[in-house]
């Protein structure tokens, strides 16, 4: 690895895991407040520190992850970084790190115990925000200098396509800039005003739209790295090539395409949108399956042409053939495995009039525990167990190997308890995101006794989750500066599986094409509805009162 990329990408992990290990300790505190067993000390806040753990792992943790993954990926598929490249990634890199650590100061000093989805009413201080909007910035700067070197490349081979990861890491990055859209104009426009006292009001109805046509694509900026490693890096580790190279850029595109006008999802109960509008992003959300539908297909489909290349035969023989004891593949196909009821949930939430069922209760919590809580960070915490090394040098040694196994079978086994509880809990009508305090608080957890419909039973899986999460951390230590030093022959590599785009049609990498249609989704979606929302603000919404 160049030496460039490598300290980049290192510092990146530096603060992912440093997010991740905070993080899940604010993890560990909820459950058992939610079990009423622990009670926080004056100067913290149940709110604060829920505010933290969705923060440091849902935002902070991803996102920093995200960026070492791409910026090592690029390096390796399209050669090294210019000296350009490098340093607009630096400094992306400083200001997402400034933002990130505005915004902690701020919890920490309990000015803003907003949760992470920071819509309004709840109000923060005016540098929280601030501390966002560099956030965000800095990403940008960051995705901005990944496209540059994807631009260097396709100018230097004129009419070729270009490797999958890089193609994916390109749509990855516009899907994220034109998510950010609606968040960025929201905290510019409608928080900052507002945090600092320059508006007398806030237009609720906007700033929670504003924030979810942001928040859904949010979970595929997620999703889509772990899809990258699903496609592009677990057939190298099998010993075969992707199974559709169009297959795999389709899908990529149908996310660009079908993720963002969906965020009303997020908001059919609220009266302020009509149902129309509902309705239409319902339809479009059912799209958006689509893709996760053809990635789960070209998935079973590598498993089982390879497990039959090994030998295996019956119905189910090839299945005994996939190499169970690495480490790096076992991982992610539970993480794999764990998508399948959480994908199926998410459908139901996205069912209109089911949605009345679950919404606002820990049914979500249970929901995104498993989308983005397996599905994505065991992928990364697969994808770890060789990236650190082969950035490093290290070796990830058969004791280190045997510890990553523990780690991930005692995170599933953990996120088994925790989230089956939360799902059940929440169809028997446990709220969301409160401690219960205020309102009848003994007889609230007294309704929950069954044996998985209990708070016992998800503070036992939370338990095992942060277990988990510190030997992860003890391991990633262990990666980075005790394990013995690789020499030439057993260095660790960067898998990338061949992939066969003879046959891809080169359009699927025409990104004018592909944004522009997009943009024309967004605006069918959300035009009407959000200029109702303008023309209906009520009195002293500040900025966006009228027209
Ligand atoms: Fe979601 C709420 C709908 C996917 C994350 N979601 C949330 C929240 C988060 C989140 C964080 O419509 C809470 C937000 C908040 O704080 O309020 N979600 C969906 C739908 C999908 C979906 C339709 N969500 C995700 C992903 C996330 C994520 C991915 C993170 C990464 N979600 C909703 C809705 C709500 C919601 C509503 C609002 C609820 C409310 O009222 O508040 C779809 O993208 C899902 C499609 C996925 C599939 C699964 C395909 C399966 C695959 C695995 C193949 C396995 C193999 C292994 C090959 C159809 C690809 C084989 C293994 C064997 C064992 C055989």
Redo the contacts with the bound molecule.
């Keep these: 690895v160049p030496k460039g990329e490598r300290k980049l990408a290192l510092a990146n992990l530096g603060f992912a895991y440093t997010a991740f290990l905070i993080g899940t300790l604010c993890g560990l505190f909820q459950v058992f407040i939610r079990n009423d067993a622990l009670t926080l000390p004056s100067w913290l806040d149940y709110y604060q520190v829920l505010t933290a753990h969705?923060l440091l792992l849902?935002i902070v943790f991803t996102t920093y992850f995200i960026f070492a993954f791409f910026q090592t990926g690029m390096s390796r598929t399209l050669g090294a970084f210019g000296p350009k490249v490098l340093s607009w990634n630096w400094i992306g890199f400083a200001i997402t790190s400034v933002g990130t650590i505005l915004v902690v100061i701020m919890i920490i000093a309990g000015e803003a115990s907003v949760?992470?989805?920071f819509y309004a009413p709840l109000q923060a201080h005016g540098l929280f925000y601030i501390g966002l909007a560099l956030f965000v910035i800095g990403t940008w700067v960051q995705g901005f200098a990944l496209v540059g070197h994807y631009r260097v490349w396709r100018k230097q081979n004129k009419g070729e396509l270009s490797p999958l990861f890089a193609f994916m890491t390109v749509a990855t990055v516009i899907l994220w800039v034109i998510a950010c859209l609606g968040v960025v104009a929201a905290v510019l426009f409608q928080f900052i005003p507002w945090a600092f006292g320059w508006v007398e009001g806030i237009n609720v109805e906007l700033s929670r739209s504003l924030f979810w046509y942001f928040?859904?694509p949010?979970?595929?900026f997620?999703?889509l790295p772990?899809?990258m490693a699903?496609y592009v890096i677990v057939p190298k580790i099998l010993g075969t090539k992707v199974f559709s190279d169009s297959l795999a850029r389709l899908s990529f595109v149908l996310f660009i395409l079908f993720?963002i006008p969906?965020g009303f999802?997020?908001q059919?109960?609220e009266p302020g949108i009509a149902s129309f509008w509902k309705f239409l992003q319902?339809v479009l959300?059912?799209m958006?399956?689509i893709p996760?539908?053809m990635?789960?297909f070209s998935?079973?489909a590598t498993?089982e042409l390879r497990g039959r290349e090994l030998g295996g035969r019956g119905v189910f023989g090839w299945f005994r053939k996939l190499p169970w004891k690495d480490v790096r593949f076992t991982s992610i196909?539970i993480a794999?495995?764990f998508?399948?009821p959480?994908?199926?949930?998410?459908?139901?939430?996205?069912?209109f009039q089911m949605?009345e069922v679950?919404?606002?209760t820990l049914?979500?919590?249970g929901?995104?525990h498993i989308?983005?809580g397996t599905?994505?960070a065991m992928t990364f915490f697969g994808l770890t167990f060789w990236l650190i090394p082969y950035l490093t040098g290290r070796r990830f040694t058969k004791s280190l190997q045997r510890l990553a196994f523990i780690q991930v079978i005692s995170w599933s086994v953990g996120m088994v308890f925790m989230s089956t509880a939360q799902h059940l809990l929440g169809l028997l009508g446990a709220p969301?995101r409160t401690a219960y305090t205020g309102y009848a608080h003994d007889d609230a957890l007294a309704w929950f006794d069954g044996i998985l419909s209990n708070h016992v039973t998800m503070a036992v899986g939370g338990s095992i989750l942060f277990l988990s999460a510190a030997l992860l951390v003890f391991i990633v230590v262990q990666l980075w500066w005790i394990a013995p030093q690789a020499n030439e022959k057993n260095r660790e590599t960067f898998p990338v599986a061949p992939s066969d785009s003879s046959a891809t049609p080169h359009f699927l990498e025409n990104w004018k094409l592909w944004i522009g249609i997009a943009f024309v989704l967004i605006a069918i979606a959300y035009t009407v509805p959000l200029a109702d929302m303008i023309q209906h603000a009520p009195p002293g919404s500040g900025r966006f009162q009228t027209w």
């Design positions: 969705g849902a949760l992470y989805t928040g859904h949010l979970v595929y997620w999703l772990a899809y699903w993720s969906v999802h997020h059919l109960t319902t959300t059912f958006v399956i996760s539908l990635t789960a998935m079973f498993f196909f794999m495995a998508f399948i959480g994908g199926a949930g998410g459908i139901i939430n996205a069912s949605n679950i919404h606002n049914w979500v919590v929901h995104f989308t983005v599905p994505v969301r």
